[in-house]
């Protein structure tokens, strides 16, 4: 049943990048085009096993690529080290409030960008870059915030929808008559 | 806690990583075009709803405005089939001249409409995914226009769609020539590029330039990769620099392709 949670996150990965590429009203109004990857990893790192995180991380980076002009696989390295990050220190951080969700989802789409941006000048690549790429980082700061709002409901219940069920069972379990045993001395 | 499987995750990951970092430019396009098949049903599921809304919507709209639209167009194909006759005189009369002085005859370009389909995922290229590829015709370098002016190149073709450089993604120079002075450049990207996508800059301009704003701009076709005289912008301003070279010119671009829904291809 992880193995189906975890196809069911790449979709999610597929899907949501794929609607970021293709809805192009956020570049049109406000110049800045969206990431849905950061807040993703971070609820994925948060619940799964380090082996999802991993593929998540493989997938969605070498899929987003295949729609960029970025480099293969360049957010590979800053997914995977934000989800393995996060998920090493999951019992210490607070991500049952609002709040705190939005907070870690800024948090991630921080980070994201400027590992990002080190990498591409670290192989000699030339961004497009400018004193407009402060606002473009600012805006993907919220909208990470928001997406990570968006994201944990939805994996959780992904998660609760997968979850491996007791199987019925053949008889009338509503009453049962628990036999004491009977030591003969 | 067991530490054997994020030893291994980690070592996958950056064993990867090193692979996508180190790998040749032509396997490097051949994965993404592996990695973007992925995407195909989302495409096709794309293509169809909007062949659906646009069905519907030509199905709302009133019979009268249709009619009305009818006539107009029709008065304009009359005026259109006019000027091609001339510019059809004027070509053959082309051709015959080059014949004559032994000039080699241009090449026509037969223009395809295609959609768009996607934007670049990130904010640090500015490149655009049409709805036509490969096996459509379409190769790398294509010249790709809207509204009258050059919006781009063809910088990497799949099956059923291809991507688009626009003018202004640092990967995109194009060598153009000022109409009035008939000086050339280099139009690059510069750092108002990303605030507003019609902005660019003219580089390696003669220091003695008699470039002014307002002046129009167009591909040189020099390199023949783009054909010559499509329309590109105008100048902004002329930006001199004491003790420099070269002069450089801010531009403003004729298309915004941040606007676009549709864009035409060069076909050769």
Same mark, same amino acid.
């Given at each position: 049943?992880?193995?189906? !949670?975890? +196809?069911?996150?790449? $979709?999610? %990965?597929? =899907?949501? &990048?794929? @609607?970021?590429? *293709?809805?192009?009203?956020?570049?049109?109004?406000?110049?800045?085009?969206?990431?849905?990857?950061?807040? !993703?990893? +971070?609820?994925?790192? $948060?619940? %799964?096993? =380090?082996? &999802?995180? @991993?593929?998540? *991380?493989?997938?969605?980076?070498?899929?987003?690529?295949?729609?960029?002009?970025?480099?293969?696989?360049?957010?590979? +390295?800053?997914?995977?080290?934000?989800?393995?990050?996060?998920?090493?220190?999951?019992?210490?951080?607070?991500?049952?409030?609002?709040?705190?969700?939005?907070?870690?989802?800024?948090?991630?789409?921080?980070?994201?960008?400027?590992?990002?941006?080190?990498?591409?000048?670290?192989?000699?690549?030339?961004?497009?870059?400018?004193?407009?790429?402060?606002?473009?980082?600012?805006?993907?700061?919220?909208?990470?915030?928001?997406?990570?709002?968006?994201?944990?409901?939805?994996?959780?219940?992904?998660?609760?929808?997968?979850?491996?069920?007791?199987?019925?069972?053949?008889?009338?379990?509503?009453?049962?008559?628990?036999?004491?045993?009977?030591?003969?001395? | 806690?067991?530490?054997?499987?994020?030893?291994?995750?980690?070592?996958?990951?950056?064993?990867?990583?090193?692979?996508?970092?180190?790998?040749?430019?032509?396997?490097?396009?051949?994965?993404?075009?592996?990695?973007?098949?992925?995407?195909?049903?989302?495409?096709?599921?794309?293509?169809?709803?909007?062949?659906?809304?646009?069905?519907?919507?030509?199905?709302?709209?009133?019979?009268?405005?249709?009619?009305?639209?009818?006539?107009?167009?029709?008065?304009?194909?009359?005026?259109?089939?006019?000027?091609?006759?001339?510019?059809?005189?004027?070509?053959?009369?082309?051709?015959?001249?080059?014949?004559?002085?032994?000039?080699?005859?241009?090449?026509?370009?037969?223009?395809?409409?295609?959609?768009?389909?996607?934007?670049?995922?990130?904010?640090?290229?500015?490149?655009?995914?049409?709805?036509?590829?490969?096996?459509?015709?379409?190769?790398?370098?294509?010249?790709?226009?809207?509204?009258?002016?050059?919006?781009?190149?063809?910088?990497?073709?799949?099956?059923?769609?291809?991507?688009?450089?626009?003018?202004?993604?640092?990967?995109?120079?194009?060598?153009?020539?000022?109409?009035?002075?008939?000086?050339?450049?280099?139009?690059?990207?510069?750092?108002?590029?990303?605030?507003?996508?019609?902005?660019?800059?003219?580089?390696?301009?003669?220091?003695?330039?008699?470039?002014?704003?307002?002046?129009?701009?167009?591909?040189?076709?020099?390199?023949?990769?783009?054909?010559?005289?499509?329309?590109?912008?105008?100048?902004?301003?002329?930006?001199?620099?004491?003790?420099?070279?070269?002069?450089?010119?801010?531009?403003?671009?004729?298309?915004?392709?941040?606007?676009?829904?549709?864009?035409?291809?060069?076909?050769?």
């Amino acid at each position: 049943m992880k193995a189906f !949670l975890t +196809l069911t996150i790449l $979709l999610v %990965a597929l =899907i949501s &990048t794929y @609607a970021a590429s *293709a809805w192009s009203l956020p570049k049109q109004i406000l110049g800045v085009q969206l990431d849905p990857l950061p807040a !993703l990893m +971070l609820v994925v790192s $948060l619940r %799964a096993p =380090i082996a &999802t995180i @991993a593929i998540l *991380a493989i997938f969605a980076s070498l899929t987003q690529s295949a729609l960029s002009s970025n480099p293969l696989g360049l957010s590979l +390295l800053p997914l995977y080290a934000l989800g393995f990050t996060i998920h090493i220190n999951t019992h210490s951080l607070s991500h049952y409030h609002t709040g705190s969700r939005f907070a870690l989802g800024a948090g991630a789409g921080a980070i994201i960008p400027l590992m990002s941006l080190a990498l591409l000048l670290l192989i000699n690549k030339e961004p497009l870059i400018g004193w407009f790429s402060l606002w473009q980082w600012s805006a993907g700061i919220l909208s990470s915030g928001l997406m990570a709002l968006i994201f944990f409901p939805l994996i959780e219940w992904l998660d609760k929808s997968v979850e491996e069920q007791p199987l019925a069972a053949p008889f009338d379990t509503t009453t049962r008559i628990i036999r004491h045993h009977h030591f003969h001395e | 806690m067991n530490r054997r499987p994020y030893l291994v995750a980690t070592a996958v990951v950056a064993l990867l990583g090193l692979v996508c970092f180190t790998i040749s430019p032509e396997s490097s396009a051949q994965a993404k075009r592996v990695f973007g098949s992925f995407y195909t049903p989302l495409f096709s599921a794309q293509k169809t709803a909007q062949t659906t809304s646009d069905y519907l919507a030509n199905q709302v709209v009133p019979r009268r405005t249709l009619l009305k639209e009818n006539i107009e167009l029709k008065r304009q194909n009359e005026i259109l089939e006019l000027k091609l006759g001339e510019l059809s005189n004027l070509s053959h009369e082309n051709r015959v001249l080059r014949q004559q002085l032994k000039i080699q005859p241009k090449p026509e370009w037969k223009p395809r409409l295609s959609r768009i389909v996607g934007r670049d995922p990130s904010n640090w290229w500015r490149s655009i995914q049409i709805d036509i590829g490969s096996s459509d015709g379409v190769k790398i370098d294509i010249p790709v226009m809207a509204n009258g002016g050059l919006i781009g190149r063809i910088q990497e073709t799949y099956q059923h769609r291809s991507r688009v450089a626009l003018l202004g993604d640092p990967v995109c120079r194009i060598s153009a020539t000022i109409a009035e002075t008939k000086e050339s450049g280099v139009l690059s990207s510069n750092g108002g590029t990303i605030f507003d996508p019609t902005l660019a800059e003219l580089l390696y301009l003669p220091v003695s330039t008699k470039a002014r704003a307002g002046d129009k701009i167009y591909t040189s076709g020099f390199g023949e990769v783009f054909p010559r005289g499509i329309h590109i912008g105008k100048i902004l301003a002329v930006e001199t620099a004491t003790g420099e070279l070269t002069t450089k010119a801010s531009v403003k671009l004729a298309v915004n392709p941040s606007l676009l829904n549709e864009v035409w291809v060069l076909m050769p």
